[in-house]
Nanobody, 112 residues
Framework: QVQLVESGGGLVQPGGSLRLSCVAS????????MNWVRQTLGKGLEWVST????????TYANSVKGRFTVSRDNAKNTVYLQMNSLKPEDTAVYHC?????RGQGTQVTVSS
């Protein structure tokens, strides 16, 4: 069965950095684009970034462009989200997704 397990969240000060990881299993990882989305109580679900199966094509929401970088290691069935220059408005539960599936998420809190 498909499983997506995120990790790497935590509490960080504004301007800080975090790297999220998502380990996938149960499907041919390299055949699927992977996404990062985030969820807050106030804004609901917001798409953050997508990376294609080969890793050569990435897209970002305007709100994170230039600060976040998505990457993947198909040998490790893992997708990453490097988050720099974090802002309080980046506070959310971050989920990795592929078509039809979403992980349980990891909490990111940006606060001084």
């Amino acid at each position: 069965q498909v499983q997506l397990v995120e990790s790497g969240g935590g509490l960080v000060q504004p301007g800080g950095s975090l790297r999220l990881s998502c380990v996938a299993s149960g499907f041919t990882f390299s055949s699927y684009a992977m996404n990062w989305v985030r969820q807050t109580l106030g804004k609901g679900l917001e798409w953050v970034s997508t990376i294609n199966g080969g890793g050569g094509s990435t897209t970002y929401a305007n709100s994170v462009k230039g600060r976040f970088t998505v990457s993947r290691d198909n040998a490790k069935n893992t997708v990453y989200l490097q988050m720099n220059s974090l802002k309080p408005e980046d506070t959310a539960v971050y989920h990795c997704t592929r078509t039809g599936y979403r992980g349980q998420g990891t909490q990111v809190t940006v606060s001084s």
